[in-house]
């Protein structure tokens, strides 16, 4: 009865190219509760996949990969393993794909042989993840060959926003649609990633005061104001303002460095006048820098560190001078 069941559902929707949860249990004549026991198996067995939230969520037949099995069987587990844990894909269409299966639709979609590109795939993680040690990568390097001086003593981030031919990292595609979507699920992810490795942070430098960079562009949903929730960081909190400026100019929107610095300069103000030991400065993501530098620069300017400034960013950029406009 209940592969009966699940074969009308497909090809109900099928027939009529989508279906809701409403229009399923009509046709079927059974409950809600029911229904929702056949999809959650079609579901898992990826026979369909479903758009929207509710109260407005619509169900479609998951079209049939089309990769020969032989080409997939042939990775070997370890690559398997790599994959699984690294890679997210989020479609044009606003479906979230982990893992190998992500993997395999990527392939799929820009016609590319799997098993060859999951070998490519693998080398270049390696590749990039020799910059990491444990858990961080420090982009100080990289701020000292784009600006003529530095005032952070210390830059880490979780991981490079994008890496070469892949485009995204899992955390970058994280990021990117938490903020463009204003996804609360995503934002959570992002904040359980950050929350050990801040602390951790803050424990080595002894850090007393926290500040995070403010937002340049306007959203219901602030991503930055989520993660200082979210953090719940036990320290003194240094507040940074963004001016309001008869025209606002997100510091993305700007391609030429010193543009970008006097975006920083201009519009971002450390409001504080106590001492810190030693400060921790919160960004979602490091592009130039710009922001995060001229922010430490003004801490500096009103000695109200004594001891070392540290920043600490989601996912960064891995040349130099770098705009990731798309955040």
């Known amino acids: 009865m209940r592969t ?50 509710p109260p407005k969520v619509f169900y479609f037949v998951q079209k049939k990969e089309v990769s020969k099995i032989n080409d997939i069987t042939e990775i070997n587990n370890a690559t398997k393993k790599i994959i699984e844990e690294n890679y997210l894909m989020i479609t044009s269409a606003g479906v979230r ?68 031919r892949f485009e995204k990292t899992k955390l970058g595609q994280m990021l990117l649609y938490a903020k463009q979507s204003q996804n609360k699920i995503l934002i959570k992810e992002l904040i359980l990633n950050i929350k050990p490795q801040a602390e951790r942070l803050i424990k080595k430098y002894k850090i007393d005061g926290v500040g995070f960079i403010p937002p340049t562009v306007k959203r219901e949903t602030q991503f930055i104001r989520e993660m200082e929730k979210g ?8 507040p940074v303002t963004k001016i309001k400026t008869e025209i606002a100019v997100p510091q993305k929107t700007l391609n030429k460095l010193p543009d970008r ?4 300069q201009k519009t971002i103000i450390v409001e504080e006048n106590k001492k810190y030991k030693n400060i921790l400065l919160i ?26 400034i540290i920043g600490l960013a989601i996912t960064g950029s891995f040349k130099g001078f770098d705009v990731i406009s798309e955040v």
């Not at 009308?8 to 989508?18: A, F, M, P, W």
């Not at 979602?284 to 710009?290: E, F, H, K, P, Q």
């Not at 620069?297 to 001891?307: D, H, L, P, S, V």
């Open 97 to 164: 794909k982990n893992g190998l299966k992500g993997f395999i639709f990527w392939c799929q979609k820009t016609k590319q042989p799997i098993q060859k590109t999951a070998k490519e795939y693998v080398k270049t993680l390696k590749k990039y993840n020799a910059f990491q040690k444990a858990g961080f990568i420090n982009g100080m390097a990289k701020i000292k060959t784009t600006f003529p001086q530095v005032y952070l003593d210390n830059l880490f981030y979780l991981d490079f926003y994008s890496i070469e």
């Open 4 to 53: 009966d069941t699940s074969k009308r559902i497909i090809e109900h929707i099928s027939k009529n190219k989508q279906a809701t949860a409403k229009e399923l249990v009509d046709y079927l004549e059974i409950s809600r509760q029911a229904l929702f026991k056949h999809l959650s198996q079609l579901l898992k067995n990826n026979q369909i996949y479903k758009v929207g939230k």
């Open 283 to 308: 960004d979602d993501a490091v592009g130039s820098g710009a922001t995060l530098n001229e922010t430490a620069a003004q801490i500096k300017a009103k000695k109200i560190c004594q001891g070392k």
């Open 231 to 238: 953090l719940g960081l036990d320290l003194r909190k240094i």
């Open 261 to 264: 610095i006097e975006n920083a």
